[in-house]
């Protein structure tokens, strides 16, 4: 049974940076699809992005140019590098995973069947 679990979550001022990591166990994420989901409150879970076993990203228009995500195959790990944020970028984020194709790049959450509990990020001054 594959289990997920975030950390890096925090406070952070405009124009910080923070680095949100998704530890895996129980199963390699070789064979996984993975993405990072965010859920701010009183909106709907929108996706961030995503990196499929080929290590293809692809990023929401929103966080374009500001959020990196990478695979650490020796750490059974994926790592969202947020650059740049904004107090719009407050959110519980959430990864999770999908058993795809080497190719496959979705990004609809009803897809993912494993999904971390979630760390919290706060942007404001």
């Known amino acids: 049974q594959l289990q997920l679990v975030e950390s890096g979550g925090d406070f952070v001022q405009p124009g910080g940076s923070l680095r949100l990591s998704c530890v895996a166990s129980?199963?390699?994420?070789?064979?996984?699809?993975i993405g990072w989901f965010r859920q701010a409150p009183g909106k709907e879970r929108e996706g961030v992005s995503y990196i499929n076993r080929n290590s293809v990203a692809n990023y929401s228009d929103s966080v374009k140019g500001r959020f990196t995500i990478s695979r650490d195959n020796a750490k059974n790990a994926v790592h969202l590098q947020m650059n740049s944020l904004k107090p719009e970028d407050t959110a519980d984020y959430y990864c999770a995973a999908k058993f795809a194709s080497r190719t496959d790049l979705s990004s609809s959450p009803s897809e993912y069947t494993y999904w971390g509990q979630g760390t919290q990020v706060t942007v404001s001054s």
């Open positions: 129980g199963v390699s994420l070789e064979y996984y699809l």
